[in-house]
């Protein structure tokens, strides 16, 4: 049963730090979807990848936010420096999308089991 | 741009009752609307979808149904069980066009306990 896998699962760092989350796609997925879920917010999409093209990341803070992919098997979500308000879970998505459609292709997103952020 | 508005936030009901949760969006263009399930520390995890060209789609005790005209859809869970609590968020899409996927705009979420 593949899955969408993330790491770490909790980090808990001071105000100011680096931090990096990372999310391995299902094998075969060509679209990533990084989301931040809060309370307060709920589910927000951050950035969106398609074949390791990032093509949408206006709902990301741009001033400590930073998206990248840097191959099929992973994307990496960065905060620089981060802040007691990106505290909330991080869930990385994966699915599959063929222009052509076809069986294959699907809306379907494949949520990872999210990474816990607290920043004190 | 897309906004989902969905009702009610928390709902009880009774083992073996129906609940039904409601989801009202705003992009007349939307054409794909999933629902998941989250448990409490889970993942959201896809229990059912509909696309726009469908008014309901069944699946075993769960279905959804969808009004395009009125730009609503609604899931529904029969006879329920107590592993049927969650949160529920239903989800609308505004499609890429281009780049062929779903970017989902997702509702506050409903809270459903099943009281034994």
């Known amino acids: 049963d593949a899955r969408v896998t993330q790491t770490p699962r909790h980090k808990v760092t001071e105000m100011g730090q680096e931090v990096t989350m990372r999310c391995q796609p299902i094998?075969?997925?060509?679209?990533v979807f990084w989301y931040r879920q809060t309370m307060m917010q709920g589910l927000e999409l951050l950035a969106y990848?398609?074949?390791?093209?990032?093509?949408?990341d206006s709902g990301m803070p741009k001033d400590r936010f930073s998206a990248e992919m840097p191959d099929a098997t992973l994307a990496t979500l960065k905060i620089q420096p981060s802040e007691p308000r990106d505290s909330a879970v991080y869930f990385c998505?994966?699915?599959?999308?063929?222009?052509?459609?076809?069986?294959?292709?699907?809306?379907?997103?494949?949520f990872g089991p999210g990474t816990r952020l607290t920043v004190l | 741009g897309e906004n989902v508005e969905q009702h009610p936030s928390t709902l009880s009901v009774q083992e073996g009752d129906s609940a039904v949760i409601k989801c009202t969006y705003s992009?007349?263009?939307?054409?794909?609307f999933p629902w998941y399930k989250q448990e409490l520390g889970k993942r959201p995890q896809l229990i059912i979808d509909?696309?726009?060209?469908?008014g309901e789609k069944k699946d075993q005790r769960i279905a959804v149904t969808l009004n395009k005209t009125a730009k609503h859809f609604s899931l529904h869970i029969t006879e329920t069980q107590p592993e049927d609590s969650a949160v529920y968020f239903c989800?609308?899409?505004?499609?890429?066009?281009?780049?062929?996927?779903?970017?989902?705009?997702f509702g506050q979420g409903t809270r459903l306990t099943i009281n034994p």
């Open positions: 998505a994966s699915g599959l999308v063929l222009l052509a459609g076809g069986p294959s292709s699907t809306d379907t997103q494949y």
């Open positions: 094998l075969g997925h060509n679209t």
């Open positions: 990848f398609r074949n390791r093209a990032p093509l949408d």
């Open positions: 992009d007349s263009a939307s054409n794909y």
């Open positions: 509909i696309r726009s060209n469908v």
């Open positions: 989800a609308a899409s505004s499609h890429y066009i281009i780049q062929g996927a779903q970017k989902l705009v």
